[in-house]
């Protein structure tokens, strides 16, 4: 239990549904992160929140949506996704710049 | 060439055998860090450092920042150990890491 939490775990969705992911956390971290890890390749950073404020957007697609209402939730809104998509997506959230904390991950299938 | 390479990829040995696990860098950095990946998805972070050495129970991590090199042990080797170690560097005390490929390491009975 690292503390941060996903949900849902595992998600199947068709190229025209609109889904979202969850994520949040209560360890008093200020900085929250979507990761994107496909078979076989590291970890992509997609996006990085510090105080619900957005401070990386690394080239996603803008069919990937980003919310963060507060520092202890954080979204990712998918829509009109492609199969290409399908992979794990973690959330993480650290102190600062600090150690990494990850949750178990959301299981995304795009038919 | 990547900038953070792990060697080897994969690892098979058998419980109580001492491993290895190196991570390579080419770009100067603030911190590395040594994560584990079981495979139900989940990933632990095990080490955070910026010199000399870190020991929690059967692991400890060592990093020469000069070499930019690190290693990260395991002693008396379990199965439970079987997972991925993914090393990961910050660049500059941002939120941007770099990571490795990982190294999968699969421990026999």
């Known amino acids: 239990e690292t503390g941060v939490t996903q949900t849902p775990r595992h998600l199947v969705m068709g190229m025209t549904n609109k889904k979202s992911l969850k994520c949040e956390q209560h360890?008093?971290?200020?900085?929250m992160y979507w990761y994107k890890q496909s078979a076989k390749k590291p970890l992509e950073l997609m996006f990085v929140?510090?105080?619900?404020?957005?401070?990386e957007n690394n080239s996603v697609p803008s069919r990937f949506s980003p919310e963060c209402p507060n520092s202890s939730h954080l979204f990712l809104h998918l829509h009109t996704l492609q199969p290409e998509d399908s992979a794990l997506y973690l959330c993480?959230?650290?102190?600062?710049?600090?150690?990494?904390?990850f949750g178990e991950g959301s299981r995304l299938t795009v038919l | 060439k990547n900038e953070v390479e792990q060697s080897p990829q994969n690892l098979t040995a058998q419980e109580g055998e001492f491993i290895t696990i190196n991570c390579s860098y080419s770009?100067?950095?603030?911190?590395l860090h040594w994560l584990q990946q079981h495979p139900g998805g989940g990933i632990v972070s095990l080490f955070m450092?910026?010199?000399?050495?870190k020991k929690h129970g059967r692991l400890i991590a060592t990093i020469n920042i000069q070499e930019k090199h690190s290693s990260l042990h395991i002693t008396a080797s379990h199965p439970r150990d079987s997972a991925v170690y993914i090393c990961?560097?910050?660049?500059?005390?941002?939120?941007?890491?770099?990571w490795g490929a990982g190294t999968k390491l699969i421990i026999k009975p």
């Open positions: 993480a959230s650290s102190r600062g710049t600090g150690e990494l904390f």
């Open positions: 360890l008093g971290h200020n900085a």
């Open positions: 929140y510090n105080f619900k404020e957005q401070t």
């Open positions: 770009v100067g950095i603030s911190a």
């Open positions: 450092l910026s010199s000399g050495k």
């Open positions: 990961a560097v910050s660049p500059d005390s941002n939120y941007q890491l770099i």
